[in-house]
């Protein structure tokens, strides 16, 4: 797996959102890329499946460390992006033990690879506003207390400070990207912005007349993901390893994100969206709202899609996808 000159990527998580528009990325920019993928029943790979012949899957499971440190032995990456979790912060609620494992202990046992296989490799890991939780001070920074109101956002605690203290106990060039939330068409759908756009498609077109949602008040940071992947790459690119803060620089409720998705196709929120107490969480993230200064003149990095811009584009993808499951006959 060595012969070749190129910088090797490694992505854990490279079936979900992000490690889809990386992927992309670091092939544009000439990187191998290996994909690690778990073994399921059926494929996982659809986020993927346009560049699958430019990646090189290897399997290994972030609950077991033989497999993480055969991967990493086998590949001998330049860089590793750790990017896999149960990212569902609901989800968390149900299945605490596993989140603790996958997002919390998982962290731990890609830096323990590296630690034993070749500690010169460079590590991402994917640390979330959602540490923030209820948040102490307004906008959130690199060095705003973290206060977290999830089993998932605690999980993502332990793995931005395991990260911090891999880099501190063994000068490893170990990283955190503290991520505010970001978005595209390839959000899993049951996130709320995806959820609302695929609503907005399906109401539009006639499928479906009510949109179920929880809390409208809740605020967040939302940015594009495309954007949020350049990030990660910049933040393993510097001379020193460090953490940074990366957000849009504004916050929208729920409600704001209805209006303006259902605006985009000429409809009245208000008609479709019903408050379903099923979707409200034992404990609520009210406002995140990030600073990312440090990133802005440290990494030279920017957000170039805006809210009504990533709002619009959501909306038309899922328009485009709806309807096309209506003409090959598929109720979408
Ligand atoms: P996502 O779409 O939910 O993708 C999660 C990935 O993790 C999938 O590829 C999944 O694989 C993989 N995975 C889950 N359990 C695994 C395990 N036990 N072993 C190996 N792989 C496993 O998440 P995302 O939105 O791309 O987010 C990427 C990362 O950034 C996550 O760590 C997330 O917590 C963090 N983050 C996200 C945001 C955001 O707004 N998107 C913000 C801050 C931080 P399968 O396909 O097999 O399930
Ligand atoms: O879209 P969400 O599920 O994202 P949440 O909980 O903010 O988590 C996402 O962002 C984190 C970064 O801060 C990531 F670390 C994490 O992995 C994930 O990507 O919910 C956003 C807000 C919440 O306040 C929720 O209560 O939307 C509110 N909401 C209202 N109705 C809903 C719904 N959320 C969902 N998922 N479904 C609803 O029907």
């Not at 007349?209 to 809740?218: M, P, Q, S, V, Y």
């Not at 609520?284 to 440290?298: F, N, Q, Y």
Request: one cysteine or more; glycine letters at 6%.
């Amino acid at each position: 797996m060595k012969a070749t000159t190129a910088k090797r990527a490694m992505i854990t998580g490279i079936t979900g959102q992000d490690g889809s528009y990386l992927a992309e990325m670091l092939l544009d920019k000439g990187y191998e890329v290996f994909g690690v993928v778990r073994r399921t029943s059926t494929e996982t790979i659809e986020r993927v499946n346009h560049i699958k012949d430019r990646l090189i899957f290897v399997q290994a499971d972030l609950t077991d460390q033989t497999s993480v440190i055969s991967a990493i032995d086998e590949v001998r990456p330049h860089e590793v992006y750790n990017l896999a979790a149960q990212s569902f912060v609901p989800t968390s609620w149900k299945q605490p033990i596993l989140t603790g494992d996958v997002t919390a202990l998982g962290v731990t046992r890609v830096l323990e690879a590296i630690r034993v296989v070749d500690k010169s490799i460079r590590m991402y890991q994917a640390s979330s506003s959602e540490m923030f939780g209820k948040v102490v001070e307004t906008p959130q920074t690199e060095q705003t207390p973290l206060y977290p109101r999830s089993p998932y956002g605690v999980a993502k605690c332990y793995g931005h400070y395991i990260t911090v203290n891999y880099r501190e106990s063994y000068g490893m060039y170990a990283v955190s990207g503290i991520l505010f939330n970001h978005e595209s068409p390839r959000r899993g759908l049951e996130f709320v912005t995806r959820k609302i756009t695929d609503g907005v498609a399906r109401i539009k077109l006639g499928t479906q007349d009510k949109l179920h949602l929880g809390n409208l008040d809740a605020k967040r940071d939302w940015g594009f993901a495309k954007d949020y992947v350049r990030a990660m790459w910049l933040m393993l690119q510097q001379d020193e390893p460090d953490d940074y803060v990366i957000s849009s620089g504004q916050t929208h409720s729920v409600r704001d994100f209805c209006e303006a998705a259902f605006g985009h196709v000429g409809l009245d929120w208000q008609q479709h969206v019903v408050v379903d107490p099923r979707f409200h969480r034992p404990a609520e993230v009210s406002l995140l709202l990030g600073d990312h200064a440090k990133a802005r003149a440290k990494l030279g990095w920017e957000p170039e899609v805006s809210f009504q811009s990533l709002v619009q584009l959501m909306v038309d993808a899922d328009l485009e996808r709806v309807q096309q499951s209506l003409d090959h006959g598929v109720r979408a």
